[in-house]
């Protein structure tokens, strides 16, 4: 899956799949100002999971549920996507539209039977 996001277009920079208590994650070679990867690794185990968590809850309140969340860091976009398994999270360009970025992201995940 993960060379799959990748694959859709040069304004990803990063894909992360956390599965089962399990991390997979790939950065596009040459990323400027990407962020650490310890950092990394901590974004994918608590920081994704509760930002998605607390979303999801609002969001079955009375909201309709949740789709997905898009945060807007200083060099990045961080497209997160809540799943029955984990979640998937995308680094994008700030140059690009995050929403479009988005929707490639969800139909790639959604072909897989995710």
């Given at each position: 899956?993960?060379?799959?996001?990748?694959?859709?277009?040069?304004?990803?920079?990063?894909?992360?799949?956390?599965?089962?208590?399990?991390?997979?994650?790939?950065?596009?070679?040459?990323?400027?100002?990407?962020?650490?990867?310890?950092?990394?690794?901590?974004?994918?185990?608590?920081?994704?999971?509760?930002?998605?968590?607390?979303?999801?809850?609002?969001?079955?309140?009375?909201?309709?549920?949740?789709?997905?969340?898009?945060?807007?860091?200083?060099?990045?976009?961080?497209?997160?996507?809540?799943?029955?398994?984990?979640?998937v999270s995308i680094a994008i360009e700030t140059s690009a539209n995050p929403l479009a970025v988005?929707?490639?992201?969800?139909?790639?995940?959604?072909?897989?039977?995710?």
């Amino acid at each position: 899956m993960i060379e799959n996001i990748l694959a859709l277009t040069d304004d990803i920079r990063y894909v992360a799949v956390y599965r089962n208590g399990r991390l997979e994650s790939k950065s596009r070679p040459g990323t400027l100002a990407a962020s650490n990867s310890e950092s990394d690794y901590y974004e994918e185990l608590l920081v994704n999971p509760t930002l998605l968590k607390l979303a999801l809850q609002r969001g079955n309140i009375d909201c309709g549920g949740l789709d997905y969340l898009l945060v807007k860091y200083g060099n990045f976009y961080e497209f997160l996507l809540g799943t029955t398994w984990g979640h998937v999270s995308i680094a994008i360009e700030t140059s690009a539209n995050p929403l479009a970025v988005g929707e490639k992201v969800l139909s790639v995940v959604r072909g897989l039977g995710i």
